[in-house]
């Protein structure tokens, strides 16, 4: 059965940097995309990024501060997440699209001072 294993998160200061791993086991299969969600507490769960045959997405809050990327060996995605702000405190999921979507069981970042 194809499972999601993330990175623990953690606790960073304003303007600091973490990086989130996802890694992809039970199939063969190549994805046809690895990214990751967030929910932050009392609001709706929301895309952050995600990556498809190479080609990078993110939503404009974290353009330049965040990269996806992704081990096709390792059936691995990375989040470096760099100058985090307070506003990204959220429970962090990565996802990845066969011909459903499976996801991962999240994990915590907090940005705190």
């Known amino acids: 059965q194809l499972q999601l294993v993330e990175s623990v998160g953690g606790l960073v200061q304003p303007g600091g940097s973490l990086r989130l791993s996802c890694a992809s086991s039970?199939?063969?299969?190549?994805?046809?995309?690895m990214g990751w969600y967030r929910q932050a507490p009392g609001k709706e769960r929301e895309w952050v990024a995600h990556?498809?045959?190479?080609?990078?997405f993110y939503r404009d809050s974290v353009k330049c501060r965040f990269t996806i990327s992704r081990d096709n060996a390792n059936n691995t995605v990375y989040l470096q997440m760099n100058s985090l702000k307070d506003e990204d405190t959220a429970v962090y999921h990565c996802?990845?699209?066969?011909?459903?979507?499976?996801w991962g069981q999240g994990t915590q970042v907090t940005v705190s001072s």
């Open positions: 996802f990845l699209d066969l011909s459903s979507r499976w």
């Open positions: 039970g199939t063969t299969l190549l994805p046809i995309a």
């Open positions: 990556i498809s045959s190479g080609t990078t």
